[in-house]
């Protein structure tokens, strides 16, 4: 959680700075969201939706003009549950800081679209059995870099934007993960990839 702190505030002192030049048309501000995120592939078995959340900064160049650039740096918590056994696997949890950067086209309505390429650094990871509060293994032995394409859509209110969007993972991240004394038994050759949908503000 300090660690989630300081990013967040390292992000928002970097956007000022690069915001000050002519703030009428840029705007910067705060982001937060809850997302639904899951991890796909073939080297973990029955994986299903978990719950969470980001939250950070973001800016927006030339807000007065059709097509402008979104940026934003984030804390993610994601990852996966999973509907195994009571003494089996049952969640990995994961951190992330996500660093976006996406041409932003303005519609018609006021709404907009982004997309775009993230750049996602693993911070945390750890591995829950069954109903367990405490976590049975930290520190996988998963690729901590992540490389995604984000979707956005902007629905502009009165005093904040709505944001709905998805990342999908491009990278493969199973990094030759193997588990011993854990069960189901986890595929060191198979595939692991995030994907997550997410609902949120910026501000």
Request: glycine share 8%; proline share 3%.
């Amino acid at each position: 959680m300090r660690l989630f702190l300081v990013i967040i505030t390292i992000s928002i002192i970097q956007f000022r700075s690069f915001g000050q030049s002519d703030l009428s048309n840029n705007k910067l501000g705060i982001k937060t969201s809850f997302n639904l995120s899951s991890i796909t592939g073939s080297a973990l078995m029955n994986p299903k939706v978990k719950f969470g959340y980001t939250a950070g900064s973001y800016f927006i160049s030339n807000t007065k003009k059709k097509t402008s650039v979104y940026a934003e740096i984030i804390g993610n918590f994601k990852g996966s549950n999973f509907n195994n056994g009571d003494i089996e696997y049952s969640k990995i949890a994961l951190f992330y800081v996500d660093a976006s950067l996406l041409p932003l086209f303005r519609l018609q309505n006021d709404h907009a679209i982004c997309i775009g390429p993230t750049v996602s650094y693993l911070g945390l990871s750890s591995l829950y059995i069954g109903e367990k509060k405490k976590s049975e293994i930290d520190k996988l032995n998963i690729k901590p870099w992540d490389y995604s394409i984000a979707l956005y859509y902007h629905v502009p209110k009165s005093i904040v934007t709505f944001q709905f969007g998805t990342k999908m993972g491009l990278r493969n991240l199973n990094n030759n993960l193997s588990l011993d004394n854990i069960s189901p038994n986890i595929n060191p050759n198979g595939t692991i990839r995030n994907i997550s949908v997410e609902i949120g503000m910026i501000f």
